[in-house]
Nanobody
Framework: QVQLVESGGGLVQAGGSLRLSCAAS????????MGWFRQAPGKERNFVAAIRGYGETTVYAASVKGRFAISRDNAKNTVYLQMNNLKPEDTAVYYC????????????WGRGTQVTVSS
């Protein structure tokens, strides 16, 4: 079992930045695939960004590419999502997810952290 805890959410004005963190309860090392998703009120949960295991390959949703960056610190068992130039449409609950096999079949999910971007 892996517990994931997100933090770093909050209220920010449009154009501002936030960095989300996802701390894992056990070593995710470099082999876990990690992802960020978000869910706005009344909408489905959507993919935001992912970093594959066994390397540093990253993938982004088109809506955040060039503004968001996913990274990992294996020594701290933590994955980050740096969010720049935030827009009101980025407002959502952000969730972290983990796939122990290194891919994108996420077995473990955090409870989420709220991000609100004001115009």
């Amino acid at each position: 079992q892996v517990q994931l805890v997100e933090s770093g959410g909050g209220l920010v004005q449009a154009g501002g930045s936030l960095r989300l963190s996802c701390a894992a309860s056990r070593s995710t090392a470099s082999n876990y695939g990690m992802g960020w998703f978000r869910q706005a009120p009344g909408k489905e949960r959507n993919f935001v960004a992912a970093i594959r295991g066994y390397g540093e390959t990253t993938v982004y949703a088109a809506s955040v590419k060039g503004r968001f960056a996913i990274s990992r610190d294996n020594a701290k068992n933590t994955v980050y999502l740096q969010m720049n130039n935030l827009k009101p449409e980025d407002t959502a609950v952000y969730y972290c997810a983990a796939d122990p096999t290194g891919g994108t079949k996420y077995n473990y999910w955090g409870r989420g952290t709220q991000v609100t971007v004001s115009s």
